[in-house]
């Protein structure tokens, strides 16, 4: 059964961890020396990580909500802005 997906703001608020999962990474490229990053590479990792953790969970990490989180880290972040490209 596939059910309607939720705004990002819905998501994030029973999420936080994923971002905050999100933010230490992208803190942790910035820090590195990094000053644009594939916004995409975070996410897989997240997901990667997940997927050992919780083998049989059905939690799913979903594409949807990567720019939202993204964006929430350039707006929390804003001396790391242009690590991340963003499309219209």
Known sequence: MN???VSFEEWIANNKHIYFAFEE??????NAGYKHF???C??????????LR???SEYKLNN?????C???????NPE?????????
């Open 3 to 5: 059910s309607k997906p």
């Open 25 to 30: 990474k992208a803190k942790q490229i910035w």
């Open 38 to 40: 594939g916004q995409r």
């Open 42 to 51: 975070i996410w897989e990792s997240i997901r990667y990580e997940t997927s």
């Open 54 to 56: 919780e083998k049989n």
């Open 64 to 68: 949807n909500y990567l720019k939202g």
């Open 70 to 76: 993204a964006m929430l880290f350039i707006d929390r």
């Open 80 to 88: 790391c802005k242009g690590l991340f490209d963003f499309r219209n």
